[in-house]
Nanobody, 119 residues
């Protein structure tokens, strides 16, 4: 089992920045990759970014490329999402997720943290 706890959400003005954190506990040695997803009201959950635990390779959704940065601290078992130049359309509940199966599917999810960007 892996437990994930997100933090760092809040209210920010457009153009501002926030950093989300996701602390993993439990069987963290089994983590293959971690990702951030978001879900806005009335919309489907969408992929934001992911990072591979062993070598730090990362990928981003086109909508956040150049504005968001995903990183990890293996010693702290924590993944971060630095969000800059925030837009109102970034408003959503942000979830972190972990894949311990290396099969493409994320099998552990956090409870989510709200990010609200005011215009």
């Amino acid at each position: 089992q892996v437990q994930l706890v997100e933090s760092g959400g809040g209210l920010v003005q457009a153009g501002g920045s926030l950093r989300l954190s996701c602390a993993a506990s439990g069987r963290t040695l089994s983590i293959y990759k971690m990702g951030w997803f978001r879900q806005a009201p009335g919309k489907e959950r969408e992929f934001v970014a992911r990072i591979f635990w062993s070598d730090g390779r990362s990928d981003y959704a086109d909508s956040v490329k150049g504005r968001f940065t995903i990183s990890r601290d293996n010693a702290k078992n924590t993944v971060y999402l630095q969000m800059n130049s925030l837009k109102s359309e970034d408003t959503a509940v942000y979830y972190c997720a972990a894949d311990t199966n290396a099969r493409g599917q994320y099998n552990y999810w956090g409870q989510g943290t709200q990010v609200t960007v005011s215009s």
